[in-house]
Every structure is written in C-alpha cells, then in structure tokens.
C-alpha cells in the first residue's frame, strides 16, 4: 500500500510540472501556424496580462514584468501592428494609455488552444473526468495566483529554477 504524499511535496511538484510543461507549450505561440499570428515570448507575457486584466495600463504591464516603459510600449506597439491588441485612454484622464485585447486575439488564442490540444491528445492517457479535475485546479491556482499579483503581494525570492 502506497501512501499519500505531503501536500506540501505535492504542490511543490505540480509547480515544477507547470514549468516543465509551460516551456513546451510556449514555443507553439512562438512559431508559425498556418491561420495563427504567432507572437515573441515578450509579447505572449503581454499578451496573458492584457487578455485576464483588460484595460492595463502600460505603466502596470512594465511593472508586472521588471521593464521599463518604453520596452513595454514598444511590445504593445509590435501587438497593436499585428491586430492582437488595441490601446485606449482612461475615460476622464487621456493621459494613461490601457491595452486591449482585440476579437483577433479571442480567436489567435482559441486557435492556439486547437494547437495545443492536438499536441497534448497522444501525451497523455486521462480520460475527461482526470482532465477536468486537472482543468479545475490548474485554474483555480492561476487566478488565485492573479489575484495576488493584482493585490501587489511580494515576490518569493528566485531561486534560480
């Protein structure tokens, strides 16, 4: 009889499993597809921000990521040209630009979700109800992760993964 492992050990390894996994998975938004805008690694980190937190600021978008301003504009402008995202102004103060994602981007990322899907179908033998239950709680993590991000909770330290 094998025995339950630590939820600490657990989570510590799901983390590492995301990683292990995200890595792959990022390289397809990274290449060209047939129908698919594919994007920089920079503009994909953008590009998640800007479709889970519609109308950040660019201010806020170079924070999340330790750039400066005009790194980050200079993204948005290269998303902007390839119709994957759209600035705007804060209605009362014209002064800080918001980004937007656009219709374009929904479907590059359902697309990309296609991609992904047939990459991963002969990876793994779970069958749905594993696959929800792992949907579920990857899901739960990522916008608990979010949130806390949102609320500006301090950064663990790197450690150098």
Do not use: C
């Not at 129908?35 to 600021?57: C, N």
């Not at 656009?102 to 359902?110: E, H, R, S």
């Amino acid at each position: 009889m094998t025995g339950t492992r630590p939820r600490d050990e657990l989570l510590g390894e799901l983390g590492e499993r995301v990683i292990d996994s995200f890595r792959y998975l990022q390289r397809e938004v990274t290449v060209p597809h047939p129908g698919l805008i594919h994007v920089t690694r920079s503009e994909a980190d953008i590009m998640r921000i800007i479709m889970e937190e519609p109308g950040t600021t660019v201010t806020e978008i170079a924070r999340a990521f330790g750039q400066h301003k005009s790194n980050t504009s200079a993204r948005i402008a290269a998303l902007v040209e390839k119709g994957l995202a759209e600035k705007g102004t804060a209605e009362g103060d014209g002064r800080e630009v918001r980004v937007y994602a656009t219709k374009q981007a929904v479907a590059n990322l359902a697309g990309y979700r296609r991609v992904w899907a047939e990459h991963l179908a002969p990876l793994s033998s779970a069958d749905d109800t594993r696959l929800q239950v792992a949907v579920e709680v990857l899901g739960e993590i990522a916008e608990a992760l979010a949130a806390e991000s949102r609320r500006g909770a301090p950064q663990q330290a790197d450690s150098g993964v």
